[in-house]
């Protein structure tokens, strides 16, 4: 058993040296980065970012319709109101992931910055709902191996963007053609609750239920 164990290790090192070469190898042992789960179940993902804005009428919307949600949240943003979020993740479907702390470009900190950054958010997330965050939300999708090398030792299992931004930035998005295993973004801003409401009709249109993340990652192997 031990010999494969230092195997394993060798090969790990083996495939980050490769990695600063640029060798394809260099993804060996990184948790995956997810736009889309390739799932053959008829599942969308809806999450929702940030965590600034907690509108009641979105809140109602999740909890009555009991909507399966992943939320990347930013510590900040739920110290002021955490019950808001406890309600979510309690009464509803809601599961709460990492966001990071302070919300940067992660490919532009160094590795203390990063780590920081991802286990910092992990242990207050832990600290404030009671478990800890398994998925990471890189801020702007902003994804390379160090930042995939650094949520690992933060125990992240997977780095989920998404394949569609449904919100409302100024202007309302066109409502897109979602398809099985899409990965759907919300952000918690005042327009929440009609471009939740705008998602889930996508959703209905196309025959596909809202699912939680982290199962049908584990099913679909992608974890
Ligand atoms: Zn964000």
């Known amino acids: 058993m031990w010999r494969s164990r230092v195997l394993v290790a060798a090969l790990a090192s083996m495939s980050l040296a490769l990695g600063a070469a640029g060798s394809a190898h260099a993804r060996v042992g990184l948790p995956p980065v997810v736009n889309h789960v390739p799932t053959q179940e008829k599942v969308v993902f809806i ?26 949240l930013l510590p900040g943003a739920t110290s002021y109101d955490t ?14 992931e990492n966001h990071t702390v302070n919300h940067p470009d992660l490919t532009t900190l160094d590795a203390a ?3 920081a950054e991802v286990c910092g958010a992990g242990e207050r997330l832990e600290a404030a709902f009671g478990r800890a965050p398994k998925l990471l939300r890189p801020p702007y999708g902003a994804v390379n191996d160090e930042v995939r090398l650094a949520a690992k030792a933060c125990g ?15 202007e309302t998005p066109p409502t897109p053609r979602l398809e099985r295993g899409d990965i759907v973004l919300l952000h918690f801003t005042p327009t929440l609750a009609a471009d939740l409401q705008r998602a889930l009709d996508a959703a209905k249109a196309a025959g596909l239920k809202p699912a939680a993340l982290m199962p049908h990652l584990k099913s679909a192997g992608v974890l």
């Not at 979020?85 to 479907?93: M, N, P, S």
């Not at 569609?164 to 930035?169: I, P, Q, Y």
């Open 83 to 96: 019950e808001y979020f406890t309600r979510l993740t309690g009464e509803g479907r809601a599961s709460v």
């Open 47 to 72: 999450t929702i970012d940030d965590g600034w804005n907690h509108d009641p009428e979105a809140a109602r919307i999740l909890l009555e319709k009991r909507v399966p949600v992943s939320l990347f």
């Open 156 to 170: 992240v299992k997977a780095l989920v963007t998404w394949t569609h931004d449904v919100t409302t930035w100024g």
């Open 113 to 115: 910055g990063k780590d």
